[in-house]
């Protein structure tokens, strides 16, 4: 194989024995595109073996014929290698393009970066076009290498999502979960199938077409772990295979408290989303008042309690500015009747004393889960780890029923002897120790749900001796 000044590939073995070659192949004449299973299938081809055959004892002869060698032999063969060394350059950038994510257009602007820095780029393929073309073999190469490597591996699990392309089709993206060759857990991706029927048993069929491509057809005998999200085609009917959200979640999201803090959030959040008016007029405020306001967040999302956690933040954090700006469309009455009403429902809640109590006493506890669900998502978790999240999270849980968390703990400093917060007069305001009922069934109906959820984990000797080992293995024992 070889290239010349245009960046054309070709097979020059081919070429020196034109009478035995196929010149109608696409390695004879000359092609631009790099891709393994086109120099593999022109390697195989009956052609090129003749070829290769009529090759060996023109190497063996000894003639000393001028061809073989002198300056204008060997200005080409320099001419071939310094073509070489750009290819190699053009796919190690592309390589990076791919690496780091970034959007193909990327290509042409760090071609010109590097010729600015002097490198020999050559004068061909700087066109996002040209990335294209590097990609599919780059991939094919590195997949190879990763299956090859999968069929060694004893055990594995694996994730699977479901997606959306821009054409509206339906795929299911799969990944595999394994132990490298230091122990830790890795994650690779594995394949993108489209599914002919959105039901369990085409889930599985595309599961089975992704391991048959890569030659592994014993991969049921491998697989320990399987991941889903909550979606009732991965979850099947009563009982799942996978949860997306912590049970922890769902036993608060329905609590009645939860579910007036959830309308609370949803009228912010459409009071400013839907107006710009209203947002500006929030912003103006928040510029007399000499505060930093940021926009109310969404509670619709793939996850329910970062979604929640993040918008109530928002709430507590810009609360003055948000309060004198609901009374400020109360008092001039200068919004739809919907509007007011609205502004007077948030107004009066927010100025509720037992609601402001409740409410930072849920950011606690919602901070203590997010810790759970951020450690759950981290890709070298293992399971002693994970025993270990849980056991913490228990414990803070716990701590909660008896001692006030930080954020609430800073409101009730925060609250002057005349029951104001922030300059804001606060009604219906009742001792302490009136809400130790609301904590207690709140922080009982969460540990409930998440002994439920992780109960296997402590008491399946399987996964017992595997967070024993993986225990011993990360503290060096043998």
């Not at 490198?119 to 590195?142: K, Q």
């Not at 009136?434 to 009982?444: C, H, L, T, V």
Request: aromatic share 8%.
């Amino acid at each position: 194989m070889k290239f010349n000044l245009s960046g054309i590939m070709y097979c020059d073995i081919c070429r020196k024995n034109r009478n035995l070659a196929d010149q109608s192949s696409s390695m004879f004449i000359g092609t631009s595109s790099f891709r393994r299973d086109t120099l593999v299938s022109h390697w195989k081809s009956s052609s090129h073996q003749r070829c290769e055959e009529r090759k060996k004892p023109q190497e063996s002869s000894s003639s000393s014929s001028l061809a073989a060698s002198g300056p204008i032999v060997d200005m080409a063969r320099k001419m071939g290698e310094d073509v070489e060394k750009q290819i190699e350059k053009l796919i190690n950038t592309a390589y990076f393009v791919c690496k780091e994510e970034m959007p193909f257009q990327s290509y042409p602007s760090l071609i010109n970066l590097q010729l600015k820095n002097k490198a020999d780029m050559g004068n061909f393929y700087r066109t996002d076009n040209a990335y294209r073309r590097f990609v599919s073999p780059i991939f094919d190469e590195l997949y190879g290498a990763y299956t090859e490597e999968l069929k060694t591996n004893k055990f594995f699990s694996i994730m699977i999502d479901g997606a959306t392309d821009c054409s509206v089709t339906e795929n299911e993206l799969i990944y595999v979960r394994s132990l490298g060759d230091n122990g830790t857990p890795e994650n690779h991706y594995l394949s993108m199938e489209d599914i002919q029927h959105a039901h369990a048993d085409g889930i599985v069929e595309c599961i089975e077409k992704a391991f048959s491509r890569c030659g592994m057809d014993d991969w049921r005998d491998k697989l320990i772990g399987f991941g889903s999200d909550g979606a009732s085609v991965n979850l099947g009917g009563r009982a799942g295979v996978a949860v997306l959200e912590l049970a922890a979640t769902n036993a608060i999201k329905q609590h009645r408290l939860m579910r007036d803090v959830q309308d609370l959030l949803t009228n912010v959040y459409k009071q400013y989303h839907y107006s710009p008016k209203a947002l500006r007029e929030l912003r103006q405020i928040a510029e007399s008042l000499e505060e930093k306001v940021l926009k109310p967040g969404n509670l619709h999302g793939t996850r329910w309690l970062p979604h929640v956690h993040g918008a109530l933040k928002i709430v507590v954090r810009d609360y003055m500015v948000i309060v004198a700006h609901f009374e400020h469309i109360i008092t001039t009455r200068s919004a739809s009747a919907e509007v007011q009403g609205r502004a007077a429902n948030v107004s009066k809640k927010l100025k509720d004393y037992s609601f402001l109590y409740m409410v930072f006493f849920m950011l606690d506890v919602l901070s203590v889960l997010s810790e759970l669900s951020l450690a759950s998502q981290k890709d070298s978790v293992t399971l002693g780890q994970m025993i270990d999240a849980v056991t913490s999270t228990h414990l803070s849980l716990v701590e909660l029923k008896s001692e006030n968390g930080n954020t609430l703990s800073n409101f009730l400093q925060d609250v002057t002897d005349e029951n104001c917060f922030k300059t804001i007069q606060l009604t219906n305001v009742k001792d302490n120790d009136d809400f130790k009922p609301q904590k207690e069934d709140i922080i009982g109906k969460v540990s409930q749900a998440l002994e439920q959820r992780f109960r296997s984990m402590e008491t399946d000797p399987i996964l017992t001796a595997a967070a024993t080992l993986m225990g011993r293995i990360s503290k060096g024992q043998g």
